[in-house]
């Protein structure tokens, strides 16, 4: 039995929320990162698997500080020690913009030590275990260096999202075929699955040009088992169950879109004696930041601030990170007191913020007055699109009237001595 350990997306570097640890001077975001990463280090090591697979995106960019590489260096150092070979393929956090550039996990690959196995191009690698070889295609996140397109031509970006998607299907399938049918082999990428769900850190990826490649293009018959980094949210993508296609997801919250959701990495086992080489998986759940967001429509002008403490009250805030969401109704004041809202959470780990969430008042649409109104008529007629009370227009009308009345007896008797004009001779 192939016994390994499935993770990815550690991203080591992100930041969103949280402060300086007092004691190490560290971020405390990445200190969580690191503990999640390191309860799944510790796990491999104590169930003496065979190997530890991680698909891409050690860190948040493809220029960590020395900090990250050092933390992370340390949960790596662990499987080193244990002597359970680490295979890393390269995602696209971890590829610089730039051509020439070294990614951010050549450092492990140039590494004078053994059990480092680094794959930034598609590669099909017979790895060595204490229970026998298993193979391991890699496929690192799609780049036009390695996929060999023609750098000068000019393309729409969904021409060349076509173009990549169709060049990897090809690589995988080419070295599908020189697997050995007798020996187990996973497909381990940083891919995107047209099937997958994406998290609320993700979405975007949604509307964007990243290869997508279809279920079918990667559950080929040589591998028990299709390994992948890329989407933060934990899921199996495949309909057939036999032949999975599974994302650990992210390692820990990237941000509040994946507030509800569990982390945690894959344990693997795959059945090398048997015929068909099938593959069973469980996900292990690592230990995490809590996320919480508190939102509350309020009733109205009063005890708004009440409202919105006897909503956290029913929360567990110590240690978690918050985020406070109210809603006002359309032209009530916003008589929140932060200050108390803030005090009750004295002991949340981290406050987001306070936002409150009115819409916006109707606007106003301007009167429909005609040159044939009656001045009384345009009057009534704009003091309604004014909404202003029945008893103030019928006021104003009266007055317009006495006005009228009053202006018409001064120019009465101007009209009566007006003399008439002669006719010219």
Same mark, same amino acid.
């Given at each position: 039995m192939?016994r390994?350990?499935?993770t990815?997306?550690?991203?080591?570097g992100?930041?969103?929320y949280g402060k300086?640890d007092?004691?190490?001077?560290?971020h405390?975001?990445?200190?969580d990162?690191h503990?999640a990463?390191?309860?799944?280090?510790?796990?491999?090591?104590?169930?003496?698997v065979?190997?530890?697979?991680f698909?891409g995106?050690?860190?948040k960019?493809?220029?960590p500080?020395?900090?990250?590489?050092?933390?992370?260096?340390?949960?790596?150092?662990k499987?080193?020690?244990?002597?359970?070979?680490?295979?890393?393929?390269?995602g696209?956090?971890?590829?610089?913009n730039s051509?020439?550039?070294?990614h951010a996990?050549?450092?492990?690959?140039?590494l004078p030590?053994?059990?480092?196995?680094?794959?930034?191009?598609p590669?099909r690698?017979?790895?060595?275990?204490k229970?026998g070889?298993?193979?391991?295609?890699?496929?690192?996140?799609?780049t036009?260096?390695?996929?060999?397109?023609n750098?000068t031509q000019t393309i729409?970006?969904q021409?060349?999202s076509l173009?990549?998607?169709t060049?990897?299907?090809?690589l995988i399938?080419l070295l599908?075929d020189?697997?050995d049918?007798?020996i187990?082999? $996973?497909?381990?990428?940083h891919l995107?699955?047209?099937?997958?769900?994406f998290?609320?850190?993700e979405?975007?990826?949604?509307?964007?040009?990243?290869p997508?490649l279809l279920?079918?293009?990667l559950a080929l018959s040589p591998f028990s088992?299709?390994?992948l980094g890329?989407?933060?949210?934990y899921q199996?993508?495949?309909?057939?169950p036999?032949?999975p296609i599974?994302?650990?997801g992210?390692i820990?919250r990237i941000?509040?879109?994946?507030?509800?959701?569990?982390?945690?990495?894959?344990?693997?086992s795959?059945?090398?004696?048997?015929e068909?080489?099938?593959?069973?998986?469980?996900f292990?759940?690592?230990?995490?930041?809590?996320?919480i967001q508190v939102?509350?429509?309020l009733s109205g002008?009063?005890?708004?601030?009440?409202e919105?403490?006897a909503?956290?009250?029913?929360?567990?805030l110590?240690?978690?990170?918050i985020k406070?969401?109210?809603?006002?109704?359309?032209?009530?004041k916003?008589? $929140?007191?932060?200050r108390l809202i803030?005090q009750a959470?004295?002991?949340?780990h981290?406050?987001?913020?306070?936002f409150?969430?009115q819409?916006p008042?109707?606007?106003?649409?301007r009167s429909?007055l005609?040159?044939?109104m009656?001045v009384?008529t345009?009057?009534k007629?704009?003091?309604?699109?004014q909404?202003?009370?029945?008893d103030r227009?019928?006021r104003l009308a009266?007055?317009?009237?006495q006005?009228?009345r009053?202006?018409?007896?001064?120019l009465?008797?101007?009209?009566e001595?007006k003399p008439?004009?002669?006719?010219?001779?």
């Open positions: 192939i390994f350990v499935h990815a997306d550690f991203h080591f992100v930041e969103n300086i007092p004691e190490t001077g560290i405390t975001r990445l200190l990162f503990k990463l390191s309860s799944c280090v510790d796990r491999a090591v104590q169930e003496k065979d190997f530890f697979l698909c995106d050690a860190y960019t493809a220029h500080t020395p900090t990250q590489q050092r933390l992370l260096f340390d949960c790596f150092l499987l080193f020690n244990a002597r359970i070979p680490l295979v890393m393929v390269v696209n956090h971890d590829n610089p051509f020439g550039k070294a996990l050549d450092l492990f690959g140039q030590l053994s059990g480092f196995h680094v794959i930034a191009k590669t690698l017979v790895l060595e275990t229970s070889p298993v193979q391991i295609v890699g496929i690192p996140w799609p036009r260096s390695y996929i060999a397109l750098k729409t970006p021409e060349l173009q990549m998607s060049r990897v299907a090809e399938r599908a020189q697997c049918p007798s187990p082999a $996973v497909l381990a990428g995107t699955v047209s099937s997958g769900l998290s609320g850190s979405k975007r990826a949604i509307c964007g040009q990243d997508c279920p079918s293009q088992y299709v390994a890329h989407l933060h949210r199996q993508v495949n309909t057939d036999l032949q599974v994302y650990p992210s820990e941000d509040f879109g994946e507030r509800k959701e569990e982390k945690g990495f894959c344990l693997v795959i059945d090398e004696n048997d068909k080489k099938n593959a069973t998986y469980t292990i759940k690592v230990p995490l930041r809590t996320f939102e509350v429509t002008q009063e005890y708004q601030t009440e919105l403490l909503e956290l009250k029913k929360e567990i110590p240690d978690a990170i406070i969401i109210y809603h006002l109704p359309a032209g009530v916003d008589r $929140v007191d932060t803030q959470c004295a002991s949340a981290h406050i987001v913020g306070i409150p969430i819409p008042p109707l606007r106003q649409t429909v005609s040159v044939d009656t009384e345009a009057l007629t704009y003091l309604a699109a909404k202003q009370p029945s227009i019928d009266y007055l317009l009237q006005l009228e009053e202006k018409l007896e001064e009465t008797p101007l009209l001595n008439e004009c002669q006719p010219l001779v």
